[in-house]
T-cell receptor, first 112, second 114 residues
Framework: DAKTTQPTSMDCAEGRAANLPCNHSTISGNEYVYWYRQIHSQGPQYIIH???NNETNEMASLIITEDRKSSTLILPHATLRDTAVYYC?????????????FGSGTQLTVLP | NAGVTQTPKFQVLKTGQSMTLQCAQDMNHNSMYWYRQDPGMGLRLIYYSASEGTTDKGEVPNGYNVSRLNKREFSLRLESAAPSQTSVYFC?????????????FGEGSRLTVL
């Protein structure tokens, strides 16, 4: 699976949009982009995933560039409860189970 | 409630002691995973199991053994615990790709080795 690069940390004002970038320049055609977050020391929680089209759900939006080498997770109206470590991973969903690796992620701090 | 259940949630061991972390999922998923997370670090894959009866090494398998006796349960064993194995251990199961293909995590088992 392709590697990802994320900033170590970001701050965002409460009520504003949080835009978290992720670079995945070696992504393959059959690999999806997945985003998870980990609040404090809880187990990571799935947020959203996409292949090449932009995606939106009740938690966030995912914008994937046309060349698929990077993506941005958008939390439209960040709240204090969105303070967490956000992980971007890329992987193929077809075939048998693959090794899934998480990097260090981005620590998002939402400021009051 | 459906999900991934890990036991115990907390454990303190002395160096050299052995123990098994248990993980069970009731979602009928084929693939299961064990990760460790050291303070301030990301998750690192220890072992995974693509299906019942099969297991494979991840990034950091040394010092651990796993067992996938049935579809529901995936256990992680420390034969001779070392202080370097102090960590939070997360078990996860994989929702099938034909659905969302996401990982579903347990709440973690916090292990301290003295």
């Amino acid at each position: 699976d392709a590697k990802t690069t994320q900033p170590t940390s970001m701050d965002c004002a409460e009520g504003r949009a949080a835009n978290l970038p992720c670079n995945h320049s070696t992504i393959s055609g059959n690999e999806y982009v997945y985003w998870y977050r980990q609040i404090h020391s809880q187990g990571p929680q799935y947020i959203i995933h996409g292949l090449k089209n932009n995606e939106t759900n009740e938690m966030a939006s995912l914008i994937i560039t046309e060349d698929r080498k990077s993506s941005t997770l958008i939390l439209p109206h960040a709240t204090l409860r969105d303070t967490a470590v956000y992980y971007c991973i890329v992987r193929a969903t077809s075939g048998s189970a693959r090794q899934l690796t998480f990097g260090s992620g981005t620590q998002l701090t939402v400021l009051p | 409630n459906a999900g991934v259940t890990q036991t115990p949630k907390f454990q303190v061991l002395k160096t050299g002691q052995s123990m098994t972390l248990q993980c069970a999922q009731d979602m009928n998923h084929n693939s299961m995973y064990w990760y460790r997370q050291d303070p301030g670090m990301g998750l690192r894959l220890i072992y995974y199991s693509a299906s019942e009866g099969t297991t494979d090494k991840g990034e950091v398998p040394n010092g651990y053994n796993v067992s996938r006796l049935n579809k529901r349960e995936f256990s992680l064993r420390l034969e001779s615990a070392a202080p370097s194995q102090t960590s939070v251990y997360f078990c996860a199961s994989l929702i099938p790709p034909r659905n969302t293909g996401e990982l579903f995590f347990g709440e973690g088992s916090r292990l301290t080795v003295l």
